[in-house]
């Protein structure tokens, strides 16, 4: 058997490929590489959400790795980050960042959420074509991440570039290079926060390493990484997503614009249809466990997909349909469990911004490219564009 998925309409369209394998399985033994090598891939809603929560399933990169050859050369604050952990560490490291993503803290940005979206759409000459990405999608969460951590305005072209490369599927030395080109400069301006501090929260967890909250400097730096990658790359994919699937669907789009009341819950819904996170981050089996009928020996990576999980029928009716009237609340796209996403709050908000205004501004916006050939991201860690024209 071949990996499933490296079939090359794979990226276009995944989601014929995970039903095919969730009819056969919710969880089965796949190849990954060509080496013999082979991970156990969670395709069923209800096997994600156990997985999710299963604490046999070690996010211990470091450990899994130890000893084993590789001629990677990533760099340790990118592979080491709190998401490549397990409580007692992952609990400490995540206390100290989940203030600053609380309703109440995004609830205060949602002002400057608005000026940055209003700035980058008052780009969008009328009667004109854009790139949504390029022009909205990218270029927000990147900024309002960048500013919540204290990023220079002239230096977030190039970190924004350094986390692209970080994705560049099938290209490792590019991958590493990015990972030592990001870390070194965020050693540098962790020291310039040191120096100059500016009430960011950068400066905000070095206070927490120069202070008691036993915050290791690798610690710091690997937070760091972690919050400017994590921060904006899958709510670049969401908005990008739901941007598309609401252009390929008029009634639906229509229909939201005559009710922005149903805003919220036709969030879920968008982030349930084509979720940005198509392969959770790495876990393996600490012990044999037996998930979905499928025994899962020790030792051994275990894929959860909130991609598939989320366009499984037997939680959501219908699942490959876009129904925003649908009670999507307890979709996996933020994951499930101890590691379900900081930032949740903050992407929900963005998401909401970006689209109200979008499609207020531009209720004439439609595709400029057949509906069908959206030039997607070649990663299957993220579900997400590469580029979307537009016009109005």
């Not at 050369?73 to 397990?86: E, G, N, Y």
């Not at 379900?340 to 963005?350: F, W």
Request: proline share 8%; aromatic share 6%.
């Amino acid at each position: 058997m071949t990996d499933p998925l490296q079939d090359p309409r794979f990226f276009q369209d995944p989601y014929p490929v995970y039903a095919r394998l969730r009819d056969t399985a919710p969880v089965q033994r796949v190849p990954t590489g060509s080496d013999g090598r082979y991970s156990f891939l969670v395709t069923g809603y209800a096997e994600a959400r156990a997985a999710f929560a299963d604490p046999r399933l070690s996010k211990d990169t470091a450990r899994f790795f130890a000893g084993r050859p590789s001629r990677r050369d990533l760099h340790p604050a990118v592979s080491r980050t709190m998401l490549a952990s397990d409580p007692p560490r992952h609990t400490r490291l995540r206390r100290l960042v989940s203030k600053a993503f609380t309703t109440g803290s995004v609830e205060r940005l949602r002002p400057y959420i608005q000026s940055v979206t209003d700035g980058l759409l008052d780009e969008w000459t009328p009667g004109g074509q854009a790139d949504l990405v390029a022009g909205l999608a990218a270029p927000l969460p990147v900024t309002v991440i960048c500013r919540l951590l204290g990023v220079p305005e002239a230096d977030r072209p190039a970190v924004s570039a350094w986390s692209d490369e970080l994705f560049a599927a099938g290209e490792p030395d590019r991958i590493d290079a990015a990972s030592h080109a990001l870390a070194e400069y965020l050693t540098a301006l962790i020291a310039a926060k040191r120096r100059a501090p500016d009430g960011s929260l950068l400066h905000d967890l070095v206070l927490a390493r120069d202070g008691e909250d036993r915050l290791g400097e690798d610690e710091l730096l690997s937070l760091a990484v972690l919050l400017l990658v994590a921060g904006h790359e899958t709510t670049t994919n969401f908005i990008g997503n739901a941007a598309l699937a609401l252009l390929q669907d008029p009634g639906s789009l229509a229909r939201l614009l005559d009710e922005p009341e149903t805003f919220d819950g036709a969030l879920d819904e968008l982030l349930r249809f084509d979720s940005p996170v198509g392969i959770a981050t790495f876990r393996y089996s600490t012990e044999a466990l037996t998930l979905g009928g499928t025994t899962i020996p020790a030792g051994v990576p275990v894929l959860i997909s909130p991609g598939a999980a989320n366009r499984d029928p037997a939680r959501f009716v219908g699942p490959d349909g876009l129904d925003l009237g649908r009670d999507a609340g307890a979709h996996l796209a933020f994951g499930h469990g101890i590691h379900r996403c900081v930032g949740a709050p903050l992407a929900r908000a963005e998401g909401e911004i970006a689209l109200r205004t979008l499609f207020t501004r531009f209720p004439r916006l439609r595709l400029a490219v057949p509906a069908q050939e959206p030039d997607r991201r070649r990663t299957r860690l993220m579900r997400g564009l590469r580029s979307l024209p537009v016009t109005w």
